[in-house]
């Protein structure tokens, strides 16, 4: 009998897959759930990104497009770029990809030999590690603690650097903490001598502060973003990677192989979002930063432990291990007894097991049902 491939037994699922999976089938047999699981935003997409891509369709703008991205997408991520973080990226340095899930494919495959090793923080996005194993590699996990803000440490990552460490992975914002490096820690790892990966998907989405770019402190990194997650454009799968003029052939050449290029209506969707969506933008995150305040305050009522403020992306990570040690199991007991849905921490790495991971990317009034509900069901459970 034939057997799957062992890197593909490697990985593991993606459990807040698994979680809005069960939420889903239980909606199908008539229950009502509140969904603070998934970091999809609710807003629909601006008009005059939508608009943009009826134009394009219009003009017969269907096929595909040079590998690397339409020009004008390029030059308008490198305005981008250059306004808001002052730093040059030549467009040939950029490329446009369907979602940041391919550009962090891709930047692996280039830089990971089966066998290296690639630094990452614990906790950390479930994909990373799995991205690695897939392809023969090995993460180093670095642990940060809410005690710090969950913080990377220069300091830290110096000891885990080996003679086959190829790279370090940063998120900030982070998924699934909403920590935001500090100016300090971000010299320190650009110091570090090590190419950095900066996930800066969720860049836009900070509450009284604001982000930098990795860019802004070494031009030895390799920069992911897109316009999922501020743009609330998750299906229109536009992503793109910044890198060294040393990779951009090997990524191409990726492109090329495995997806061509990304879409095209999608790409002059791109154009329109960094040039007109900025007002819808705002009014996005000031609705963001609402639900972020209201939520902190009612978890904070009901005992989870939260000492440090998330400041970016859409999350908040609990620490729930009053109520559980087990956070897979306290998830789905929730899901199934309270009719709501969180994600686990363990779906973060063993350093957020004891945790829940709560978004807010939902309505306030959704938010508010979710926190009723497991208020009532918490304050019987603990009987």
């Given at each position: 009998?034939?057997?799957?491939s ?5 990985i593991?699922?993606f459990i807040?897959?698994?979680?809005l ?5 239980l909606?199908r ?5 509140v ?10 997409t ?6 943009a891509?009826?134009e394009?369709?219009s003009?017969?703008?269907t096929?595909?497009?040079h590998?690397?991205?339409i ?13 808001r973080?002052r730093v040059?990226?030549?467009?040939e ?14 930047i692996f495959s ?6 290296d ?5 614990d906790?950390?996005y479930?994909?990373y590690?799995n991205?690695?194993?897939f ?17 990377i ?27 935001l ?11 570090l001598?090590?190419p ?5 998907i ?7 502060r ?17 316009f ?14 910044v ?13 090329q ?12 969707a791109?154009v329109?979002?960094l040039?007109a ?6 009014r ?10 209201f ?7 009901m ?11 859409f999350y908040?990570?609990?620490n729930?291990s ?7 199991d ?21 350093g957020a097991?004891g945790?829940?991971?709560?978004s ?6 959704q938010?508010r ?6 208020e009532h ?7």
């Open positions: 009998m034939t057997t799957t062992r890197r593909t037994d490697r593991s699922s807040v897959m698994d979680v999976e069960k939420a889903q089938q909606e047999e008539g229950r009502s759930i969904h603070l699981e998934i970091g999809e935003p609710d807003f629909p601006p008009e005059c990104i939508c608009e891509a009826r394009a369709m003009a017969g703008k096929h595909y497009t590998s690397l991205g020009p004008e997408l390029r030059r308008a991520i490198a305005d981008h770029y250059l306004e973080y040059t990226v030549e467009p340095r950029i490329l446009v990809t369907s979602g940041t899930s391919p550009a962090l494919f891709m280039a830089l990971l030999e089966a066998g090793e690639i630094i990452m923080s906790p950390h479930p994909c590690p991205f690695a194993y392809l023969g590699a090995r993460p180093i996990f670095v642990p940060v603690r809410e005690q710090n803000s969950f913080q440490e220069p300091r830290e990552v110096k000891s885990f650097i080996g003679p086959r460490t190829r790279a370090l992975v940063v998120n900030s914002p982070s998924n699934p903490t909403g920590a490096l500090s100016d300090e820690n971000m010299e320190g790892i650009s110091k001598g090590l950095v990966i900066s996930d800066e969720y860049h836009g989405l900070v509450y009284g604001k982000e930098r770019s990795i860019l802004e402190f070494t031009d030895n990194a390799f920069v992911l973003n897109g999922s997650k501020l743009y609330a454009m998750t299906g229109w799968r536009l992503g793109y990677l890198a060294p003029e040393q990779f951009m052939r090997p990524v191409q050449k990726i492109q192989n495995l997806m061509i290029s990304a879409g095209s209506l999608s790409q002059w791109g329109a979002a040039s969506a900025g007002e819808e933008v705002d996005m995150k000031a609705v963001y930063d609402e639900r972020r305040r939520l902190l305050g009612r978890l904070r009522g005992g989870f432990g939260i000492p440090y403020e998330p400041v970016g992306a908040i990570l609990a729930a009053h109520l559980s040690r087990d956070s897979y306290l998830a789905f007991e929730l899901l199934e007894n309270a009719g709501v849905a969180v994600t686990p921490g363990i779906d973060f790495g063993a097991e945790y829940l991971r709560f807010y990317a939902n309505s306030i009034e938010i049902e979710g926190c009723d509900r497991l069901y918490l304050s019987s459970r603990s009987l």
